[in-house]
T-cell receptor, first 111, second 117 residues
Framework: QQQVKQSPQSLIVQKGGISIINCAYE??????FPWYQQFPGKGPALLIA?????SEKKEGRFTISFNKSAKQFSLHIMDSQPGDSATYFC??????????FGGGTRVLVKP | GAGVSQTPSNKVTEKGKYVELRCDPI?????LYWYRQSLGQGPEFLIY????????DSGLPNDRFFAVRPEGSVSTLKIQRTERGDSAVYLC???????????????FGEGSRLTVL
């Protein structure tokens, strides 16, 4: 059972454009929502994270928007750069310590 | 190095063989996790250690999989009677704090790619 659904599977954006990745979840016990960035041959690295008591969090060019009632959250990458080309994973955590990851979105930023 | 170290980086084995994958966490990190990532998929939780004990092993797929962390630092993931379906990248992560949301950021290693022929 996929508890965190991520879309799209891939996207192409022009340099300077906005990349938007969406995630939806079912488990209302989730209380922590991180996003990870993964380059080929590397492990995932934490990009930004949010708790459900806030609706938006911004760090540099990266913004998480969170809609608790809709059980959805999204990552916006502003002014996308070729160096942002990577696979992005949303994740969620309930009680305990294990993260449940989405299926990933491969982002390609064209120069 | 200062990061999470995993060995081997690549392992090719035959169906039915036994495999051990090693993880060296960041020094001082008490929490250690194993995840499995199949091609084109997100990481899937296997097991979590807090210190020497397995606090949550609910993600281990069956009794062919076992992990230890005898001294609370290095961990070994052991897979018996490997099957072709075990082929994946096995990721190890460590964190300073027990709960990821308490700024207990998970630091992942580069993974061990296991191929079962």
């Amino acid at each position: 059972q996929q508890q965190v659904k991520q879309s799209p599977q891939s996207l192409i954006v022009q340099k300077g454009g906005i990349s938007i990745i969406n995630c939806a979840y079912e488990n209302t016990a989730f209380d922590y929502f991180p996003w990870y960035q993964q380059f080929p041959g590397k492990g995932p690295a934490l990009l930004i994270a949010i708790r459900p008591d806030v609706s938006e969090k911004k760090e540099g060019r990266f913004t998480i928007s969170f809609n608790k009632s809709a059980k959805q959250f999204s990552l916006h990458i502003m002014d996308s750069q070729p160096g942002d080309s990577a696979t992005y994973f949303c994740a969620a955590k309930a009680a305990g310590n294990k993260l449940t990851f989405g299926g990933g979105t491969r982002v390609l930023v064209k120069p | 190095g200062a990061g999470v170290s995993q060995t081997p980086s690549n392992k090719v084995t035959e169906k039915g063989k036994y495999v051990e994958l090693r993880c060296d966490p960041i020094s001082g990190h008490t929490a250690l996790y194993w995840y499995r990532q199949s091609l084109g998929q997100g990481p899937e939780f296997l097991i979590y250690f807090q210190g020497t004990g397995a606090a949550d092993d609910s993600g281990l797929p069956n009794d062919r999989f076992f992990a230890v962390r005898p001294e609370g630092s290095v961990s070994t993931l052991k897979i018996q009677r490997t099957e072709r379906g075990d082929s994946a990248v096995y990721l190890c992560a460590s964190s300073l704090r027990a709960r990821p949301e308490d700024t207990g950021e998970l630091f992942f290693g580069e993974g061990s790619r296991l191929t079962v022929l």
